[in-house]
């Protein structure tokens, strides 16, 4: 990891100077547009791996306490494909369990990450993203007024 986040920062380093080069240097217009383009595309995919590794930490965090507080779902005894995924009934009985935790407590960071990982197993992958943001922010809120009870 250490490895690709080194080359990522010579990447990103090496484009921007390309990017700047081509501005600062060129006499034409199109280099400088090519330059600029260089530049802002630069920008957008460092902004775009901060966010997705800015995500995974964020994730890799609320599963430990999730793992932490024993709140994981099991699947084990579900029925399963040869890939490790659930049957599509199986996930559909997940699903709709967990939707009814998620129903009596929609403002607990628990059942909101339950409901996000039924989704998953589901196949739902958008679904799952949303409602294990809301997590995150959930759980974020608690901690922080755990922290500053006023």
């Known amino acids: 990891m250490a490895v690709t986040a080194v080359g990522l920062v010579v990447a990103f380093g090496y484009l921007l ?82 939707s009814a935790e998620y129903q009596a407590a929609p403002d607990d960071w628990r059942t909101n990450y339950r409901l996000a990982r039924a989704y998953d197993h589901a196949g739902d992958r958008t679904r799952a993203r949303e409602v294990m943001r809301a997590a995150i922010d959930l759980r974020e809120a608690e901690a922080s007024t755990a922290q500053d009870p006023r």
């Open 17 to 98: 100077y390309l990017g700047w080069s081509m501005i600062s240097r060129s006499e034409y217009l199109a280099m400088r547009g090519l330059g600029v383009g260089i530049v802002l595309l630069t920008v957008v995919g460092a902004w775009a791996t901060w966010a997705i590794l800015r995500n995974g930490v964020e994730l890799q965090r609320i599963s430990a306490a999730a793992a932490e507080e024993g709140i994981e779902l099991d699947v084990s005894g579900l029925d399963q494909r040869p890939s490790g995924r659930l049957e599509h009934a199986a996930a559909d009985e997940l699903f709709d369990r967990v």
